[in-house]
């Protein structure tokens, strides 16, 4: 895990270090924020960290993502997180020692939360400055977003609304069982399959009841579902909450686990590990979620999401931006040039 986390982070920060300078604010996500500060040190920037996870220190958020995981005491949750912080810290000090120590003060510093904080309860209480920009835009368009298809269009209009399964970028042991397993699934159910292969290499493939193709549009596609099985995904997770559709979350790793645990807690959906994901388990899931109680909670969930998220977030960005004014030369006439 030390390995995992060291690599890369120097080269990494040193790129960032020379694009730097000239700007007016840093952005980062999750996994280059020690980096990204460093170098925001050293060029006295302002930094806005945008977090798809509430990784901050907290009661609310348990540590261990599980069912009993909930038994553990609130408090031992944030000591545990504080600790996880400070392991990933130790585990890059190295890698970045070679920037030295920077003493200089952030100007600003921002840590943009942009996940759905109701999944997540007491947590706003914890976080006193919190502003919510989970409302990202669902364009059904498809101009926000990847461009869609029109033969998968054609497809989705031609039948009854099919299951999506896809893993993103997370490696599939035998891309070929998976698909012979997820077929037969959807053969018994009475249900098309619409699978995205992602990073699993699987052919391409369009037929009447199947439509194998590399990658979709989820905020286009999702809505057109009648469920999603994935990996939990920060981002996937996101896109079939909008889109109003229950899900089954086969996690992998790092936050995975954890927004399978809070949905599934919450109704919206049935999750387990990648490991156990075989043909028993994913019809129980499927069968799960199928209960009209949950189609029912999955899709009036999705109606509290608003449509500005984006916006809100580029604003918080913005507001911590140095204000800088070209110099603008007058002729004679008092006119620009």
Known sequence: MLDLQRRGVAEGARDLLALAPGHHVLVTGMAGEEAAETVARRVGLPLAAVHFFPIHP??????????????????????????????????????LAEFGIVKHELPHRLSIQAYDIDLFPGLAAELPDFHPVT?????????????????????????????????GSMAVDDPAALVAMVRAICA?????????????????????????????????VFPRCVAAVHHGGAGTTAAALRAGIPQVICSVQADQPYWGHALTKRGLAATMPSTKLAENTLTAALDQIADPDVVAHAAAYAHHFTDDGVARAADQVESIAPLRFPTVELDHAGRMQ
């Open 135 to 167: 409302g990202f835009p669902v364009d059904r368009d498809g101009l926000f977003g990847s461009p869609v298809d029109p033969e998968l269009l054609a497809w989705l209009d031609a039948g009854p609304a099919p299951i999506y399964v896809g893993f």
């Open 188 to 220: 018994r159910r009475g249900r098309r399959l619409l699978l995205a292969s992602g990073w699993a290499g699987i052919d391409t493939e369009l037929s009447a009841d199947v439509a194998i193709v590399e990658q979709v549009n989820h905020a286009v």
């Open 58 to 95: 907290s009661r609310s958020v348990s540590v261990i993502a599980a069912p009993w995981g909930d038994r553990v005491p609130r408090g031992l949750n944030r000591r545990v997180w504080r600790g996880l912080r400070w392991a990933r810290d130790a585990a890059l000090k190295k890698p």
